[in-house]
């Protein structure tokens, strides 16, 4: 019963995560190393590029589609910071924070219009 509840929570989008899929494929490595995982569908599907932390988003998922305004779903796999995704470069405009090693679908904000990442807040908001 839990996990139909689960299940459905994921599929509207609410629901955290709990485990990254472990396969690699093409630019997105999500292996070892990297601090978040982007995917380009929702529930931490299809294809994905793994971000070994950068500012502004660059680079492109393993489909040639640009990360940058094209996540649907987020992996963090820092230990100990929530990642912070924001709909503009240089950490502004609406966003949404994901915890230490959990996933979660972007808001219907952010969803395909994602452009930058910060792990420390009061560090971001210091250089804005």
Not at 31 to 36: C, E
Not at 42 to 62: A, E, I, R, V
């Amino acid at each position: 019963m839990a996990f139909v509840g689960a299940m459905a929570a994921a599929a509207m989008g609410i629901g955290l995560i709990g485990a990254a899929p472990a396969s690699a494929e093409g630019a997105g490595n999500c292996q070892g190393g990297m601090d978040v995982c982007l995917y380009f569908n929702s529930n931490l599907q299809g294809p994905k590029f793994g971000d070994p932390y950068q500012h502004n988003y660059s680079g492109t998922f393993s489909n040639g589609y640009p990360v940058k305004n094209n996540a649907a779903s987020v992996f963090n796999m820092k230990s100990g910071w929530a990642v912070t995704i924001f709909y503009n470069s240089n950490w502004a405009g609406p966003s949404q924070s994901i915890p230490s090693h959990s996933g979660a679908n972007l808001n219907s904000t952010l969803k395909n219009n994602n452009a930058s990442q910060c792990f420390n807040l009061s560090f971001c908001s210091m250089w804005q």
